[in-house]
């Protein structure tokens, strides 16, 4: 059965080939307007007559190099009609992968150069709305085509027309998650670009590229390396003249923050040991106050490993116990460190076995006083 519908497909994509003869001829034709109806006829007799995608895919394979060939015609309207039928038939084919290999060079040469090919800002806008669609509907597909698409976001997101560097934004948000595991190997060539856009005098390109820094800082693969180019961009987004673009980055700097603190809730445990603001029993104002409460929340932390510690070789434990030899000093002898622990433990009622209870310990050091 499907031997025979597979057969009446072939059939029917066959008969529509032979009928679009005569107008793929038409495309090698001097006159302009003879090229734009033999586009314009294409475009009815395929896309437009609702056709199944696999019979469509069929005749894609067949048109597409002609198609392209299409982007570098010297009417604007061609070209125009030439992206938006490559566009329509990745929408409705079935294997639409099968076409990048020879749409991404072409993109890539008209967008991705030194200078840029296409003279014309809506046809930019077209070719990067159909990376989009290839980025959505091929996915890791994209992997082996990465430099070409670098290249080109690279130009775009810098592009004069504030739609073009828009949609380039999305695109690249969906191409970061489309190959996740490569994406970020070459992510760091559009920081760049970047920068130069957050400050664009248009609002919704500035929105459009904070939106690009707070996915890249919640979902980019080995995004910890990027923080330190990545986080003074969110924050320029922070003082925008427009509260919309102000609400979102705080919005994206609040999910970056707590995603921060699940990824490294091991790491902050100590940290959280201590109070985050004086307790009553400290006098308030001064650095030298806040200097000094600090050291001491460092002490409460390094003890409470130590005495976690209880076999007698950790280095730790052998310092705190360690004397050394010979003969003090003439004077008053000074006090050791181990002393001061003591006094310090002495005075908030803590013990050594205190330090095995976490919840206990850092209620002991809130209330201790330097």
């Not at 670009?193 to 929105?207: D, F």
């Not at 076999?311 to 003090?328: F, K």
Request: glycine share 4%.
């Amino acid at each position: 059965m499907h031997l025979v519908m597979a057969t009446e497909e072939e059939c029917a994509a066959a008969e529509i080939m032979r009928s679009l003869g005569r107008h793929l001829n038409c495309l090698n034709e001097g006159q302009k307007s003879t090229r734009k109806q033999a586009l314009e006829d294409i475009k009815k007799e395929t896309i437009e007559k609702g056709l199944s995608s696999t019979v469509l895919q069929e005749v894609f394979a067949c048109l597409l190099k002609p198609l392209l060939r299409c982007l570098s015609d010297p009417m604007e309207r061609c070209r125009e009609v030439a992206i938006q039928i490559i566009g329509d038939f990745i929408r409705c084919v079935s294997k639409p992968e099968s076409s990048v290999p020879y749409i991404m060079p072409s993109l890539a040469q008209r967008l991705g150069g030194k200078e840029i090919v296409e003279p014309a800002e809506e046809l930019r806008l077209s070719m990067v709305e159909v990376l989009s669609l290839i980025a959505e509907v091929c996915g890791r597909h994209l992997a082996p085509y990465l430099d070409d698409m670098i290249k080109i976001l690279q130009k775009t997101i810098i592009d004069p027309f504030p739609d073009v560097i828009k949609e380039s934004c999305k695109c690249t948000i969906q191409f970061a998650r489309s190959i996740p595991d490569h994406f970020h190997m070459q992510a760091e060539c559009l920081v760049k670009p970047l920068m130069q856009t957050i400050s664009h005098q248009h609002s919704r390109v500035r929105k459009a590229v904070t939106l690009v820094v707070g996915d890249w800082l919640l979902n980019l693969r080995d995004r910890y390396s990027y923080f330190h180019k990545l986080i003074p961009l969110l924050l320029s987004s922070l003082s925008d003249d427009l509260p919309e673009i102000k609400a979102l980055a705080c919005e994206l700097w609040r999910q970056v923050g707590t995603q921060w603190e699940k990824e490294n809730e091991d790491d902050l445990k100590d940290k959280m040991d201590f109070f985050l603001s004086p307790t009553l029993q400290y006098p308030h104002g001064g650095e030298f106050n806040k200097y000094i409460i600090s050291v001491h929340r460092a002490c409460s932390m390094m003890r409470r490993h130590i005495f976690k510690r209880r076999e007698s070789e950790y280095i730790g434990r052998r310092m705190l116990d360690m004397e050394l030899p010979g003969r003090r000093r003439r004077g008053r002898p000074k006090r050791r460190y181990m002393e001061v622990i003591n006094e310090d433990m002495k005075l908030v009622g803590a013990s050594v076995e205190d330090a095995e209870d976490r919840d206990r310990w850092r209620v002991m050091i809130r209330c201790g006083n330097p």
